[in-house]
């Protein structure tokens, strides 16, 4: 069975520091991009980080500066260290694999549709 599986959230105050882990198992992820979106209580899934199999990364603006996307192939995992939380990124966090390697701008890595497999979400909340 292929899977992502996202660990890492929970309930924490502003300024705090989180770091999130995505595993994949079932399918070998180390070429691929690897991205994290979110989905804020009410509103839409947004991008927030990206990083291709070669490791260039990307980053929305909202978080840029405060978190940090990383990956060990060796051990089928992604992560997001993010600091300096604010309430405004409570949000349920998701990890998401793309089918097969691409080679494309960094603007196709920010799109949920570039990715086929997604991890059932993982719980941050910064209280104020």
């Known amino acids: 069975q292929v899977q992502l599986v996202e660990s890492g959230g929970g309930l924490v105050q502003a300024g705090d520091s989180l770091k999130l882990s995505c595993t994949a198992s079932?399918?070998?992820?180390?070429?691929?991009?690897m991205a994290w979106f979110r989905q804020p209580p009410g509103k839409e899934r947004e991008f927030v980080s990206a990083?291709?199999?070669?490791?260039?990364?990307a980053y929305s603006d909202s978080v840029k500066g405060r978190f940090t996307i990383s990956r060990d192939n060796a051990k089928n995992t992604v992560y997001l260290n993010m600091n300096s939380l604010k309430p405004e990124d409570t949000a349920v966090y998701y990890c998401?694999?793309?089918?097969?390697?691409?080679?494309?701008?960094?603007?196709?890595?920010?799109?949920?549709?570039?990715?086929?497999?997604w991890g059932q979400g993982t719980q941050v909340t910064v209280s104020s």
């Open positions: 079932g399918r070998t992820v180390s070429r691929q991009a």
């Open positions: 998401a694999a793309e089918p097969h390697p691409t080679y494309l701008p960094a603007s196709y890595y920010t799109g949920p549709k570039s990715y086929d497999l």
């Open positions: 990083i291709r199999g070669g490791g260039n990364t």
